[in-house]
């Protein structure tokens, strides 16, 4: 989680480092923003003035935003806050903004603390969030002016980044949203209880659906391929928007033989998920014993395939509790009686409750198992 605060005078420099210092003595970042297993936070405070020139930035605005965008190198960063007006900040970031699912989070905070405006990324990146925090550092008043937030309505962006889901239509996110604003029930279809998740929609919002009515729904939420991947009706029915949010919550627990090949790592994962109608998309990460974690096969996969690889221990995995196939075998070399189950299990319970879809399964070299945190 990188934070980057640029300030344009001393007294906005000297709140910058107010605001550093109590930001990370709090530790405080969004829910659901930080999705990575390394979730430290790291504020950088830079100088623009010349009333500071031993610590001024050489760097221009222009080239510090190209960098903090992402256009440069992979040193994009989740925040940008500037401390001065929301003239500079406007114009500074113009160029860069690309679109809500990839920019930044952009906040301006005025010299003397007394606001914070959320200017840029409010729900998908956080910003809204990321500005009361802030705010309640310094004891500022944050200032957002989102739709849904002014009325106190539900916002499926956020409701999506709170819960690990991914938006695949941001058009019919938008039309969700003025459903919302108009006054609307929305019909949801959820694979994932609903209890369990963060930001829902309140009962006067929104009526679920089931599988038979699935058609009417204006939300799907899925994990499964026959609905994240059906086509698009040519008119759609009873209204429904059927905006499809991708349900990231499958974890694939994976056993393999000491030098298995990528190939047959890949051949292995692509049979599993399309026997069991699970879409690629939803899959958080590939999940071993920490034997694994060098393992050249598996990591190739990781890469190619941009699914991140986490490895446990085995007394880890042994106390992962549940229904597991044992083997004598697989516990004399690796010290726990399954790895794929227990590994695919034990992810998915560090992310909620762990439901396996899919108990271990042999092609080959390669074992898989598949398991849903709900």
Not at 122 to 127: F, N, R
Not at 222 to 234: G, H, I, K
Request: glycine share 6%.
């Amino acid at each position: 989680m990188q934070i980057q605060i640029i300030a344009f005078t001393e007294r906005g420099y000297r709140l910058g480092e107010t605001l550093k210092k109590k930001w990370l003595a709090s530790g405080e970042v969004p829910r659901g923003v930080a999705q990575t297993e390394d979730k430290r936070l790291e504020i950088m405070l830079h100088a623009k003035t010349k009333a500071l020139p031993e610590i001024s930035e050489t760097m221009s605005t222009s080239e510090l935003m190209s960098i903090w965008f992402g256009d440069v190198d992979d040193d994009k960063s989740d925040v940008i806050i500037f401390v001065g007006s929301t003239g500079i900040a406007v114009r500074a970031i113009a160029p860069f903004v690309k679109h809500k699912s990839e920019d930044p989070a952009v906040l301006v905070i005025d010299e003397a603390g007394h606001y914070v405006i959320s200017l840029l990324s409010g729900h998908l990146g956080g910003g809204n969030d990321f500005a009361s925090i802030a705010a309640s550092l310094i004891n500022a008043e944050p200032v957002i002016t989102t739709a849904t937030d002014a009325e106190g309505a539900f916002a499926v962006d956020v409701f999506a980044r709170e819960n690990g889901f991914t938006i695949t239509d941001f058009e019919a996110s938008k039309e969700v949203s003025a459903k919302v604003l108009r006054g609307e029930k929305l019909y949801i279809y959820s694979d994932i209880p609903m209890e369990s998740l963060q930001k829902k929609p309140g009962i006067l919002e929104a009526e679920m659906v089931s599988a038979s009515d699935i058609d009417k729904a204006d939300i799907i939420i899925s994990y499964q391929s026959r609905l994240l991947d059906r086509p698009e009706p040519v008119v759609r029915p009873f209204n429904a928007i059927g905006l499809r949010l991708v349900a990231k919550r499958i974890y694939v627990g994976i056993g393999a033989r000491k030098g298995v090949a990528t190939e047959d790592v890949q051949r292995a994962f692509d049979n599993c998920l399309k026997s069991a109608g699970i879409s690629v998309d939803a899959v958080v990460a590939l999940a071993s014993i920490d034997l694994k974690k060098n393992e050249q096969g598996i990591l190739t996969f990781s890469y190619k395939n941009d699914i991140p690889f986490v490895t446990f221990t085995a007394s880890e995995l042994e106390s992962q509790e549940g229904a597991f196939a044992s083997s004598a075998f697989v516990k004399s070399v690796t010290g726990v009686s399954n790895v794929c189950e227990r590994a695919a299990a034990f992810a998915a319970s560090r992310n909620g409750h762990d439901r396996v879809l899919v108990h271990k399964q042999i092609y080959g070299n390669v074992t898989l198992a598949v398991a849903l945190a709900t």
